[in-house]
């Protein structure tokens, strides 16, 4: 009777894990989306994208190669600085990469010609991030892996989570630059404009930013069939 109950709740718990995935790679192919049209406006990036594009000037790899390298790299950096990451985690690191070559490729979003349709793509992407992000965090698997770095960071120097962030953004988009990342007025919209695009999807969603999230050690008791996910 007892086994009968934990292969129903391991069921029960299967389900609802399966079914946060449409809107975890939703919210993954938006955020994706989301940085070619930032790519393709042609009037700067934002500073990881910066870093990402610059990189991809001195090897030979594509756009999402370098973003999965360099997700790799944050991820490992910040589990080693005490953060723990989650299947959404892992999935930001691999997929969000995947997709933006395959949005490339299929030619999914155009290069626009002009400045006005410069600034319309630009404001796209920035919107098209926001509402990503939303999708994906709100299935509490994990948030991204730069995210993750952050808040190592944050636990390790005792430090303001805006001077972290404000610190890690200024010398990513530094590297990025010397290594030939675009860099524009565009690079600027996009640091007053972004946090205000995802808080608003998230204010619109109702999704707590301070919700938690299950970490894959967690993750794995969840679908034994013990614990809960918030």
């Known amino acids: 009777m007892e086994e009968g109950k934990i292969r129903e709740k391991i069921v029960e718990n299967w389900v609802s894990f399966l079914g946060k995935m449409p809107s975890l790679f939703l919210g993954l192919f938006l955020f994706a989306a989301g940085l070619v049209a930032n790519l393709n406006s ?23 190669q370098v973003s999965q390298l360099v997700g790799f ?18 999935a930001n690191m691999y997929f969000i990469g995947l997709f933006i070559d395959l949005i490339i490729a299929w030619g ?7 400045l006005v349709l410069q ?4 404001f796209v992407s920035i919107a098209l991030i926001g509402v990503g992000s ?3 965090m709100r299935v509490r698997l994990g948030t991204g892996p730069r995210d993750g770095l952050m ?17 890690l953004e200024v010398t990513v988009l530094a590297i990025g630059w010397l290594l030939g990342g675009p860099v ?4 600027v919209i996009n640091a007053f404009t972004l946090g205000l695009s995802v808080q608003t999807a ?22 034994s069939g013990k614990g809960s996910m918030p």
């Open 42 to 64: 042609r009037l700067g990036m934002s500073p990881w994208g910066v870093l990402t594009i610059g990189l991809t000037n001195h090897v030979s790899l594509t756009f999402g």
């Open 73 to 90: 790299a944050v991820l490992a950096i910040g589990w080693a600085l005490g953060f723990s990451p989650g299947m959404g985690t892992l």
């Open 108 to 114: 999914l979003i155009p290069v626009p010609d002009g």
């Open 119 to 122: 600034f319309a793509m630009l």
């Open 134 to 136: 939303y999708f994906y």
């Open 151 to 167: 808040m190592g960071l944050v636990r390790r120097l005792d430090y303001p989570v805006a001077a972290v962030r404000g610190t």
């Open 184 to 187: 524009g007025v565009g690079t």
């Open 202 to 223: 998230f204010r619109l969603g109702g999704y707590d930013k301070n919700a938690e999230h299950t970490n894959l050690l967690k993750l794995f008791g969840y679908l």
